[in-house]
Each structure stands twice: as C-alpha cells, then as structure tokens.
C-alpha cells in the first residue's frame, strides 16, 4: 500500500526465534487451562500467566486466571501487582487488559498508592503518546479525588506544547463539567460560570489565532458554549374528528409505550384508552404519536364539545385542547423559540458573549477566509442570536464552506438544509383560509429536518431541491393538503406515511421508473390528484394501466 513502510522479511534466525516463543507460548497455554480444569490456581499458575502476560499484555484469559491465583489478603500481593502492570504497560501502554488489572488492584488494596506515583505514571505514558486514553481516563479518576485546578493547568501546559491535542482539551471539558450550573430539571448540565467562560474563551482565542485550520480548538469552543440537550417537551396537540385522532408531536424524538415514559390523555375528564402508535409506522424513538379516538365517543351525527388534556410522565406540566361542536380538527402549538431550531444545545444566555464571538470569527475570516471551523462556528452563532437577520451572511457562510470543505459536502449540506428550513418555519403564517403555507422550493435542501415545527402546515412546497426521499416522519403532519415534490430526486415512496388528508401531490421530474415505487400512496385515504409528468415511469406504455389499477380513483397526470 501507498504510505506504508516495507519490511524486510525475517531472516531465518529470526523466524526461529519467533516459532521457538510460539511454542513456549502454546504450552504456557495448555498448561494453564489444563490447571483451570482441575482447579490448581497455584503458585505455578502465577507464575506462568506472568511469563505469557509479560510478552504479550493483551490475553485475557490469563488476566482472569492471574486474579484467582492470588492470595486473599491483598496486602501480600497489591505492590508487586501494580510493578507488574506497569511492565506490562511498557509492552503495550494501551492494553485493555492491563488497565482494567490496575483498576481492579487499586479498588483492593488496603491503602490508595500515593497519588503523585500515579500521576508520574500517567505522565510518563502521555509523554509518549498523548493520545493515551487509558492513561486520560486514569489521570480523571485520580483528579476526582485531588484539586480540579491542578489538572486544569496540566491540560493547559499540554495545549501550550500543542494546540491539536484533543484529548488534553476532552480532558480539559470534562473537568470542566461539575462546574457547571444546573439547568432545567433532567436537563443534565447547564452553562458555566462567567468567569470560567471568559478564561475558556480567551484559551480558545489564542487557539485559533495560532492555527486557524485546526479542528480541535472550534470543537471546544463549540461545546463551552453548549449545554446538554434541553429534555423532551410536548411541542403541539393536535385532535382531528374526522380522522378520529389524537396526535402528540415532542420536540426530539421519544419512545412511548411499554416500559417507557408513560404518556396518558383524557377527554372530559375520562382517561382515553388505547395504545399509542408512532407517527413514522415504526416502533422506535419519535417526534409524533397518534392515539385512536374510541367509536363511541362522538357517534355521528353527534358532535359533542371534546375537551382534551395530555400528561407526560417526565413533565410536570399538562397541555390541553378543546375540539369545539362546530369544529373538525383544533390544536394547541407551543411558541416556536427561533434560538432553538438550528442549535438547541446553546447554553449561553448572555447575547453579547456570543456577539462576541461573532465578531472574533469575522475577525479572523479576514485573515483566513477558509477556515472551516470558523465558518461552521460564525453560522451556529449567527443561527442562534437571529437567523432571519442573518439569513443571508449564514447562506455565504454555508456555500463558502462547501468550497473549503469538498470531502464533508453531504454535512454541509445537511446544515444549510437546517438553516433554510428554519428561516421557512420562522417565516411561515397561517392565511385568511386557515390555511399554513410552507414555501421551501429550490432551496438545495439534502434533507427535510425540523418537521416537528411543521406539524400544522398544510402546503408544502418542497419543489426542485435534491431530496432522495421523503422521510416517515412526515407522518407528523396531519393536516398537510397539497405536497410538492417535483424535479428532486425521490425515486421511491418506501416508508412514505398514510397521510389522512394529503389530497394532491406533485412528483413531476422525479426519477421514478417503477409502478411499485408508489404503492404506499394507496393508504393515503383522501388522495384525489398525482401529478407524474417528466419521470421515467410517464413514459412507459403501460404506466397509465398499472397506475390506475394500483391507485383507482386518482386522477393521474403523466404529461
């Protein structure tokens, strides 16, 4: 291969040497397992999974027979046990076996070792490799129980030596992590401190001044300025007479059901009964779950007022909707929060310290304009203070990171496909007809996000982008009339969902070629119009009988 250093094959001293230790190996082997069985874990059993661990740190069956070969008092063998991992270690400094030896040794000793050996340990390990995670992993644990300060500096003298070192800044974020402040209940972690912040920031600065193109630097400054994800909430409520529906929709997908977070209803004050059903069709984590309205509770012609209350087990609070006589379908949708749709986890509350981020990001695209954490950074800035403001510096930000950063062209345009459908849903009102209109068309849109904010839309425009499908989770929208899709790339409807009330739906330019690839279209119940024209399929002969027999009363236009 390319790259890679040619070996001299082993001449035939060497070949000896080798087969001689293979052999001393495989009986070393067969000697212990045959003691396993008759259950001598001796003296000699020590000794010989020290012979074979000491040549190859990395068999784990003789790290389990060495532990039931010691003797019960720990005190006879913890100091020789942990000279003889850091042999081992000498070996191979990330053994998985030995490690989890060393752990195991220390919980049993009878005092904690002197905490300034371990740490000479873990710093004789990280010289060699800074990258040792075991040794970053240990190094924590040992911080746990000393000053917090203390390790701070040591991760800041590493990323003096070298800024590219990502494990000193993990390990810098992940002591870091009690200090932060508590957020909302089950949210996990909230924001830190101000002044912790400020000297975070001031590292990252001279981090990226120093290397711009340097990736480890924006990760962290991407994460400080984060908190953990907001816990799920009820976004919207939606009740359809028709349809006899109930609809949840959550702001990140949850599952509801057995053995999960109970979520109940009631009418008029009468629990509803019936299982909950994913939006998507499928039994795994989802922003919308529908629940069936029992027959007998509006018989026709009655239309009862129907007053609804939804209860999630893991928020206190309760969201109610009442279904008037005069009505057929009645919502209640929470205030969208513009912030929250391109980058939840933002957890700095203070504008003006992501101002001024902003602005140190424009500063430094001056000097390197291709600085693709810098570019992604200023576009998850500006998305968080005011995308519609900012709407057109975001578009630039995006296409010229598309340029910079050719080989993460799928990512990117995953994240201008965020960014345009959040100005849309920002943007989107309903008319004077009731109706909610979403225009999304030549967008560039690669995927189809936020549809847990479009749960009420009832046109949707999603023509000549380069979708190449259309996702279950359009389930989600109950009240979506009209759906066009023309002149993407859809080439099939697999796991398109039974919309109730989708009426029209454009597919005009797509490159559909089979009559099979539509057969989901047959449980949308109220279909009536399907346009196909410029697609593989319309110029089929046959297209028009297969069509009409797969989907009997849709008028189907193939020209």
Request: proline share 10%; charged share 25%.
């Amino acid at each position: 291969m390319h790259g890679r250093l040619k070996l001299r094959p082993p001449d035939a001293a060497r070949r000896r040497q080798r087969e001689e230790k293979l052999r001393l190996y495989r009986s070393a082997m067969a000697t212990l397992l045959e003691k396993r069985e008759r259950g001598e874990l001796d003296a000699e059993a020590l000794a010989l999974t020290g012979a074979v661990l000491a040549a190859n740190p990395d068999v784990g069956t003789c790290w389990n027979l060495r532990r039931c070969a010691l003797p019960p008092d720990p005190a006879d063998w913890v100091p020789g046990e942990l000279a003889f991992v850091v042999g081992c270690l000498g070996v191979n400094p990330k053994s998985y076996g030995a490690w989890h030896h060393r752990g195991w040794v220390l919980r049993r000793a009878p005092a904690p070792p002197p905490a300034p050996a371990e740490r000479a340990l873990c710093d004789r390990l990280l010289a060699a490799d800074p990258r040792n995670f075991h040794a970053w992993e240990h190094r924590r644990t040992l911080a746990a129980e000393e000053d917090p300060e203390a390790e701070l500096a040591f991760a800041g003298t590493l990323l003096s030596r070298d800024f590219s070192n990502f494990s000193a800044w993990h390990h810098r974020s992940r002591l870091l992590a009690p200090t932060r402040t508590p957020a909302s209940p089950g949210g996990g972690a909230g924001a830190l401190p101000p002044h912790r912040l400020q000297t975070e920031l001031e590292l990252v600065q001279n981090a990226v001044f120093t290397d711009p193109n340097d990736q480890s630097a924006w990760v962290y400054l991407r994460c400080i300025l984060s908190r953990a994800s907001p816990p799920p909430r009820i976004l919207c409520l939606y009740v359809d007479r028709e349809d006899a529906t109930l609809a949840v929709t959550f702001s990140r997908p949850v599952v509801v059901g057995a053995g999960s977070s109970a979520l109940t209803a009631t009418v008029d004050g009468s629990a509803l009964e019936g299982a909950w059903r994913s939006g998507e069709g499928r039994p795994r984590p989802s922003h919308t779950w529908l629940c069936d309205l029992p027959p007998d509770l509006a018989p026709p012609p009655a239309r009862p007022r129907l007053h609804f209350r939804v209860t999630w087990e893991p928020d206190p609070a309760h969201r109610e909707v009442t279904l008037l006589p005069d009505e057929n379908e009645a919502w209640w949708q929470e205030p969208i929060k513009a912030g929250e749709l391109f980058w939840p986890e933002v957890g700095v509350a203070e504008a003006s310290v992501l101002e001024a981020q902003v602005e140190t990001c424009r500063q430094l695209l001056e000097l390197e304009p291709r600085s693709r954490g810098c570019l992604l950074t200023l576009v998850l800035l500006l998305s968080a203070l005011d995308p519609l403001g900012h709407e057109d510096e975001i578009r630039r930000c995006l296409r010229d990171l598309q340029e910079a950063d050719p080989l993460r062209i799928g990512f990117v345009g995953d994240v201008a496909s965020r960014a345009e459908a959040a100005v849309g849903v920002l943007r989107m009102r309903a008319g004077p007809d009731g109706a909610v209109r979403l225009r999304l068309p030549r967008k560039a849109l690669t995927s189809l996000p936020l549809l847990e904010h479009m749960v009420l839309v009832t046109h949707l425009d999603l023509a000549g982008n380069d979708l190449g499908g259309l996702p279950p989770a359009l389930g989600g929208l109950r009240r979506l009339q009209v759906l066009d899709v023309s002149h993407n790339k859809v080439t099939t409807l697999r796991g398109f969902p039974p919309l109730p009330r989708l009426e029209d739906l454009h597919l005009d330019g797509n490159p559909i070629s089979h009559t099979s690839a539509l057969a989901p279209l047959a449980a949308c119940p109220r279909l009536a119009r399907l346009r196909l024209a410029d697609t593989p399929l319309a110029a089929t002969p046959e297209a028009a009988t297969h069509l009409a027999q797969l989907l009997p009363g849709i008028a189907i236009a193939l020209a």
